[in-house]
Nanobody, 127 residues
Framework: QVQLVESGGGLVQAGDSLRLSCTAS????????MGWFRQAPGKEREFVAD????????DYADSVKGRFTISRDNAKNQVYLQMNSLKPEDSAVYYC????????????????????WGRGTQVTVSS
């Protein structure tokens, strides 16, 4: 059973940067697209970004495009989310997710395309 563990969240001020990391157990990391979602209190989980199996393509929510960058290191079984110019509305629990084996990535933004989730890491941005 693969496990995803997120790290790197915290409390920052508006305009600051954070880098989230997600480490996956198992040996087949590079056959899966990976994604980041977030969920604020009282809101539905929303797509943030995802990346194809070998990092050749990425996709971003409009709200983070130009500020966030998703990347991956398949040798380390890790996926990252570099978040710059953070805004208070970016505050949420951020979840790492592994795509379905059939999902190549960077095309759909639905949680249903992902079948394994981490427990999340809290990001709080103060104004």
């Amino acid at each position: 059973q693969v496990q995803l563990v997120e790290s790197g969240g915290g409390l920052v001020q508006a305009g600051d940067s954070l880098r989230l990391s997600c480490t996956a157990s198992g040996r087949t990391f590079d056959v899966y697209a990976m994604g980041w979602f977030r969920q604020a209190p009282g809101k539905e989980r929303e797509f943030v970004a995802d990346i194809t199996r070998h990092g050749g393509a990425t996709d971003y929510a409009d709200s983070v495009k130009g500020r966030f960058t998703i990347s991956r290191d398949n040798a380390k079984n890790q996926v990252y989310l570099q978040m710059n110019s953070l805004k208070p509305e970016d505050s949420a629990v951020y979840y790492c997710a592994r795509g379905l084996i059939s999902y190549s990535g960077a095309s759909y933004r639905r949680p249903s395309q992902f079948d394994t989730w981490g427990r999340g890491t809290q990001v709080t941005v103060s104004s």
